[in-house]
């Protein structure tokens, strides 16, 4: 099993900054690809980035691409959500996985586990 924990989330105006954590705990964080995840009111979740067990590759769904980076430190066994930029259309809960990168032209994860996410919530 692994236990994932988000923080970071809240109230942002449009064009701002923040920092989504996934702290986990439990099976060896390492042996995963980690990922994001969101989910905006009435809608589906949709893939937002991933990034591989040792940080080789990288995937970010084009709606933020440049706009949003995702990293992991394997000695905090924690994964990262920088997000800059921000717009409205960020707003949504965020949900950090661990589990497989099941597409390689786009990185899509496969989740085995998730947090019970955090909301993320940007003002025009």
């Known amino acids: 099993q692994v236990q994932l924990a988000e923080s970071g989330g809240g109230l942002v105006q449009a064009g701002g900054s923040l920092r989504l954590s996934c702290a986990a705990s439990?099976?060896?964080?390492?042996?995963?690809?980690m990922g994001w995840f969101r989910q905006a009111p009435g809608k589906e979740r949709e893939f937002v980035a991933s990034?591989?067990?040792?940080?080789?590759?990288?995937y970010h769904a084009d709606p933020v691409k440049g706009r949003f980076s995702i990293s992991r430190d394997n000695a905090r066994n924690t994964v990262y959500l920088q997000m800059n930029n921000l717009k409205p259309e960020d707003t949504a809960v965020y949900f950090c996985?661990?589990?497989?990168?099941?597409?390689?032209?786009?990185?899509?994860?496969?989740?085995?586990?998730w947090g019970q996410g955090i909301q993320v919530t940007v003002s025009s």
């Open positions: 996985g661990a589990g497989r990168i099941t597409d390689w032209s786009t990185g899509f994860l496969s989740g085995d586990y």
């Open positions: 439990g099976r060896t964080f390492s042996n995963y690809a």
């Open positions: 990034i591989r067990w040792n940080a080789g590759n990288r």
